[in-house]
Structure formats: structure tokens, C-alpha cells
């Protein structure tokens, strides 16, 4: 056994995982695999998952303004505009005019945004 090094190799394996797994299944679950099967199947399962962590993952896209930061910040935690205006304790119009490029932000604002989002400080700076 060999980690794969393309897709169809990985197809490959995980056609015999799935064959294991259905024989552990049909027979009522994996104390019914030899112990041959059930090393097998262990050793599958490491080089399918070693094969699957080599695959580069899409690049994510790095913020490069305070705007695109708060909005990552907003994605990550799942909160709406309103949301995220009550948390930095700010008015929803104010927030709304700094994601939009018409409002600079402000110390109180760049404090805020470092103690309750951890917006690295030099970030802020850099993009203040």
C-alpha cells in the first residue's frame, strides 16, 4: 500500500475502504473484520487522509483594508451588520459608513476593534 498521487489512485483507495466498511457494516460492525481487515482498513484510512491533507486548499483571500477586516470578522462570527455595530458599540450608520470607504476610523474605534475583534494593532495602523 502507497499513498496515492493522483485523484484516480484515491478513487482507488477509497473503493476498498468502502468495500471494508460495507463488510463491517452487512456483518454488524468492525469486530466482525479479521484482524487483517481491521489493519487494513486502519492503514487505508491513514494514506486516504494523508493523500486528502497534501491537496492544497483555495487560497483565502487576506484582507487589505479595515473594511475587508471587519467584514472577514463578520463572516467568521456569523453576525449581521447590526450585529457587529452593537458589539463594537458604535452606531449602525457609523460602521456602515467605514465598511463603505466614508468614514476613517477613529482611536476609540481602532481600540475597539483590537480589544474585541483582535485586529492586530499593526494591521490597524498600516490601514487606518
Sequence with gaps: ?????????????MAQI????????????FDTLTPEEGTELAQ??????AY????????IKVP??????IEF?????????????RLLEVPETRLSEVLRGKRRVSMDLAKT??????IDADF???HA
Design 1 to 13: 500500500m502507497q499513498l496515492p498521487t493522483n485523484p484516480t489512485e484515491y478513487q482507488q483507495l
Design 73 to 85: 470578522k463578520m463572516y467568521e462570527k456569523k453576525m449581521k451588520q447590526r450585529d457587529m455595530a
Design 64 to 69: 487589505q483594508s479595515i473594511a475587508e477586516m
Design 44 to 49: 487505508l484510512s491513514e494514506l486516504a487522509e
Design 52 to 59: 486528502e491533507d497534501s491537496i492544497p486548499l483555495m487560497p
Design 113 to 118: 476593534l483590537r480589544t474585541k475583534l483582535k
Design 124 to 126: 490597524i495602523l498600516e
Design 18 to 29: 468502502e468495500t471494508l466498511l460495507q463488510k463491517a457494516t452487512v456483518g454488524g460492525g
